[in-house]
């Protein structure tokens, strides 16, 4: 069998190892929550944002943003269509209803022209992704949100540290959104964040992640529905070592981006995408396209790598397909990405010869 080449995972070092030794050691009692106050000090220095909530992982900070901005039943909030559920279901969650919209060929993220085009009197909000670390078009989405006074919400789950113009994604719409799950850039095992520049917004938020209690060290008591979505402090302590690493790993994977595109970019079989000007993408997941001429399924391609012991995914599926959501629009771009998107390996501990040998196997198996 050869060597696995895995899709994602960490870099884990000494330090990480003592920050949780630490935290198992000394995080109890008065300083049950040092970590996590530590960790949410460092996302707002690190990405520029006045407040940040720490929570159990991504989805329910998505969740949090979507409650804390007042969606409810009847409201409508346009969507990405190529994502991980998790987008989707964090507006069903509220009652409300998302509706999806194309993405971008060169970005798959949300198109703002297609975000134009969707609004209707329902509208509340956006909900984008930038989409495997890459942003999305920040000027242009905030520019249709202003001019509707529409919300938005930053899906930036593989994004942190990505920019815009220079500036961090997630500080250009009311609320951002992070991922600390153990395939992304930065990992605390299970793990999420909130950030905001909304005082009146983190207050509620702050509230709403732990179940509504305005004096929690005193009592029991609760003012209003909330909920149980906190990290802790051991996952805190390994997020806060990830994060003071954060240059590293983004380093590393542009290393391992670069090498991929070295090898494809004048391929005659596959389109590989590069950050677009004025985009710093984390490349947290390289993502190609097959070009038209190409006969070979997409999913002939990923069985074939799986027997090579190589793990890699297609393009997300359109959530707009999926049987609890309706379909307003058919969505040609994120189509073309489901049927023949890939999106190839990029874990932290692949060398460049892992790269040549995905790269040669593609070529291989389009080849016969």
């Excluded at 085009?117 to 670390?133: D, Q, Y």
């Excluded at 992070?178 to 909130?194: C, P, R």
């Excluded at 950030?195 to 992640?209: A, F, S």
Aim: glycine share 6%; charged share 25%; net charge negative.
């Amino acid at each position: 069998m050869c060597k696995k080449i895995a899709f994602a995972g960490p870099s884990i070092t000494q330090k990480e190892v003592d920050a949780v030794v630490d935290a198992v050691k000394n995080g109890w009692y008065e300083t049950y929550d040092m970590h996590i106050k530590r960790l949410e000090k460092k996302i707002c220095d690190y990405t520029g944002a006045k407040y940040c909530i720490a929570t159990f992982c991504c989805t329910h900070a998505l969740h949090i943003a979507c409650d804390v901005i007042g969606l409810k039943s009847g409201d409508e909030v346009i969507c990405t269509d190529h994502s991980w559920v998790a987008t989707a279901y964090a507006i069903v969650y509220t009652g409300a209803t998302p509706f999806f919209v194309d993405i971008e060929y060169d970005t798959w993220c949300i198109s703002p022209k297609a975000i134009r085009e969707a609004i209707t009197p329902k509208t509340k909000a956006i909900m984008l992704v930038h989409n495997f670390g890459h942003p999305a078009q920040m000027d242009e989405i905030m520019q249709i949100a202003k001019e509707h006074n529409l919300k938005v919400i930053e899906d930036a789950a593989p994004a942190l540290g990505a920019t815009f113009k220079g500036q961090k994604v997630g500080t250009f719409g009311d609320i951002g959104c992070f991922s600390f799950q153990g395939a992304k850039l930065a990992v605390s095992g299970e793990g999420g964040a909130i950030i905001t520049n909304n005082e009146e917004l983190y207050n509620r938020m702050r509230l709403l992640c732990n179940m509504g209690r305005t004096n929690s060290q005193a009592n029991f008591w609760s003012d209003f529905l909330g909920y149980e979505y906190c990290i802790s402090n051991l996952c805190a302590s390994l997020a806060l070592a990830q994060i003071e690493r954060i240059q590293e790993l983004l380093d590393n994977k542009h290393k391992i981006f670069n090498w991929y595109y070295d090898r494809l970019k004048d391929s005659k079989d596959v389109i590989i995408f590069k950050q677009k000007d004025d985009c710093y993408s984390t490349y947290c997941y390289p993502f190609m396209l097959l070009k038209d001429h190409v006969n070979v399924e997409r999913d002939t391609i990923l069985k074939e790598w799986e027997k090579l012991n190589i793990h890699a995914r297609g393009g997300f599926p359109r959530m707009s397909r999926f049987p609890i959501h309706e379909q307003r629009y058919e969505n040609p771009i994120a189509k073309l990405v489901e049927e023949r998107g890939l999106v190839v390996p990029a874990a932290a501990n692949l060398v460049e010869e892992d790269i040549d040998f995905v790269c040669q196997s593609l070529i291989k198996i389009i080849g016969a």
